[in-house]
């Protein structure tokens, strides 16, 4: 009789839950042999099989009737084991699988990458197909998994419907950052980006001009997907295709966006905690020690809200009492800097904050302009050791205002039916955007947002 | 003191309850007018505030301060209100909202494309950003919504890690199919498909290559995310971007695949109907009379296996016995059509079914090859009304045989890392794809892709 096949996830949820492993009896069990070392009459093999964070400590003896071939077993092996689960309360494991029956499934040659020493994050992404196997990225990318499910619970659990805004488009939100044209390519290989849609086609920057319209159908909605900027920056924080959340609320202002950021972070943050208790005290003790802290700080700490206008003073302030400053040229209508952002949200308010109501000059044209003329009703979330995170705003509700700012910044042609939201039973909405693998930066403290990213896409790299 | 707000979908939740809501005392709602009637001493508004299906009927009498203006109302208006729940056991509808109050919080002109008479997909696709606002599309997205989230619910409840695999791509998973080329555009408006990425970047056509790499780290994972295709072809089942299921399991041969295809298919069919009952009620009734009996049986009916050769015989056998087919030329080796898929499913098995075990020739080359040389350990999942919704395969998981075949096939640079994974603790594994957007098209009955997508992208056709 063949025994139960188990996974290593199942084994240890059993034990938490203090059921006897012993009871089990004979189990079968396959995965990727992580470590493997022989002592003669008493081996050890750290068995991964995916499932879990946890390796499993398989224990075979020399009367193994192939010994001589387990014990060579080498790193990345795939095997598959018979035997039973015993309880080692006094050792490091608080049980061990010891094997009568090991065979091998699928081999691994010797030149393969990941051998046991440590490799830095620079060689593995160059391994990027083969880095889920090791501790740090298996982490993350369970991790992300995980954190995708949970933004999905927090809007839906509220109410928000998911939109799959597109990925081609006609039109461009922010305008800024350069765009990829999609082309189609003729039998000669001459490209051509107006062949198949019958004009021009890019990549969408955001899908916020898409999803607004549906939040006056909706009321309240997001999109979570990839976005595109073909930006050449090679920077620790900008890659070619990452994932971005864009939620969206009709008949909410700027107080009432500002307060789902805060919902959305918190909720996000303690999700990871929660639900990734293995991967996040990797993180903690081997990645970036006083995570938790950092974290649990932003939990408890209700989010300050700060007018720009009032942190264009503070920093002025700064520069005046001897504070130093990459750029130290401070005035009001200037876009701050990531270390005029960190100094506020690190040094005067020592925690998380919005920074509200920007010059209208350096914000998008479709941030709802506020009685003075001057601001728009703009928000940017600011954390301590990140700068901003996150970048909201309420819209320009209003149709005679959005349509001369339209026109005053001109180009923009096939974007009558957003103006149209406006005369056709339109209402005050604001909204943001996050960024998922920055999000993940954070939430981890992985310092290159290339290592969040299971195909990470930038500038010249398009390996895999 | 302003009354409370509160949304339709939190008025129905309590109704449902059985809460008395005559209790909630006065309260403000906000959203947009669907219909108004004014009969002189009494009015109805049927307001939908976009978080339920459902309206909610207003009734106003001329006693309020601006009843000239409410009586004139247009459809789309977005106003807010305060009142009362009246109970009304004795109508259609069960309870009434007495409003004391109304007021415009946007205008709607009455060149308004969407008035109170049906219209037409056609013309509603032409009015994408708008279509949300109708019954049939404000249905269709949220139950796109809600579907989307049960796709992550089946997976990540049994353990499968979910994988945002690239969008952009150096390399082809089916080969077959035009693709989309990414391009950056100089100063002089020339495209250039190498420049950034230093080679060929197109749009993903699959991300299973990619998701595969995956699977030999976590064991089950899948993917969900836009794939494109570069299709000219106009037809009701084709659209160039679309959201595609991948998901992937090691240590899972054919026969595993298969139950997890009807265990997923199965559930995200009871999914739509348990989390959206008044959407799929409205399909039902208005759009596919029969559509509860087609899903039901699929639920109540284990899915059959058959051969292709056995397919092809039957087939055979039909031509023979004067049954009409558009190509009655059937011979093993070929690629069967709709009309063949849909014989077998709808009059041979009458019910869902697995073909199996292909002609390698007509499959792709990483599917495993089975010991008569001749097939491939490839499925499809046929369902009656609608041929296939679900293909799926062993992977080739031997090096030597899947090293062989793309040297056969040529074209295959590249996707060295893929052939790799073969050679450093590889295992048999297999996976399939679903398409969302057919699934959705199957699960409510609509017959046009273009018709569950938000913004389609089609040939020729990018309005938004």
């Known amino acids: 009789m063949q025994p139960k096949a188990i996974t290593v996830r199942e084994i240890y949820s059993r034990f938490s839950a203090k059921e006897d492993l012993t009871k089990l009896g004979e189990i079968y069990i396959c995965g990727w042999v992580r470590t493997n070392r022989d002592s003669g009459s008493i081996g050890f093999i750290a068995l991964n099989d995916g499932t879990c964070f946890k390796n499993l400590q398989l224990v075979y003896s020399n009367e193994l009737s192939n010994h001589d071939e387990v014990s060579h077993l ?21 049980f061990e699988f010891r094997v009568s029956f090991v065979e091998v499934l699928g081999t691994c040659d010797s030149d393969y990458p990941l051998q046991k ?21 298996n982490a993350l990318f369970r991790l992300r998994s995980v954190l995708a499910r949970g933004v999905h619970e927090f809007f839906q659990d509220r109410g928000f419907v ?3 805004t597109p990925e081609i488009t006609g039109n461009d939100a922010e305008g800024a950052g350069q765009v990829f044209s ?29 999803v607004e319209a549906f939040a006056m159908a909706f009321r309240d909605v997001y999109t979570f997907g990839p976005t595109f900027r073909a930006e050449r ?16 609320i ?29 991967e996040m005290d990797f993180f903690n003790k081997m990645i970036a020690p006083g995570l938790f802290e950092k974290l649990n700080r932003v939990l408890e700490t209700p989010f300050r809200r700060m007018e720009y206008t009032e942190g264009i003073k503070l920093l002025q302030d700064a520069v005046v009492s001897g504070h130093h400053f990459d750029n130290s040229d401070i005035f009001w209508g200037m876009d701050l800097q990531s270390e005029h952002e960190r100094y506020l949200t690190e040094e ?26 001057k601001t728009v009703a703009a928000c940017d979330c600011l954390v301590p050791g ?57 939430i981890t403290g992985i310092g290159n947002i290339r290592d969040t990213e299971p195909y990470p896409r930038t500038s010249s790299q398009l390996k895999y």
């Open 74 to 94: 080498l790193t990345g092996t795939t095997i598959g084991a018979k035997g039973t689960i015993v309880m080692t309360p006094e050792m490091k494991q608080p």
């Open 117 to 137: 020493k440590r490799h830095s994050f620079e060689y593995l992404r160059e391994e990027a197909y083969l880095r889920p196997r090791t501790n740090t990225f």
């Open 162 to 164: 998911y939109v799959h």
């Open 182 to 210: 999609i082309a189609t390519m003729d039998e000669k290989g001459k490209l051509n980006d107006t062949d198949f849609f019958g004009k021009r086609a890019s990549l969408t920057v955001s899908g916020q001009l898409h």
């Open 233 to 248: 920056s090679n920077t620790t924080r900008h890659a070619s295709e990452f994932w971005m959340i864009e939620p969206e």
């Open 250 to 278: 009709a008949f909410g202002d700027l107080e009432d966006d500002m307060n789902l950021m805060e919902d959305s972070i918190k909720y996000l943050i303690r999700y990871a905690l929660e639900k990734c208790p293995d």
């Open 348 to 373: 005067v308010v020592k925690g998380p904050m919005f920074l509200i109501n920007y010059p209208k000059e350096i914000k998008a044209f479709y941030m709802r302009e506020n009685d003075d003329g």
């Open 386 to 442: 990140e700068g901003e995170i996150i970048g909201g705003s309420q819209r320009e509700e209003r149709y005679e205002i959005l349509e001369k700012k339209m026109k005053e910044l001109g180009n923009k042609e096939g974007l009558e039916w957003y103006l149209n939201l406006r005369k056709w039973g339109g209402c005050i909405h604001s909204g943001f955007g996050i960024g998922f693998d920055r999000l993940l930066m954070y």
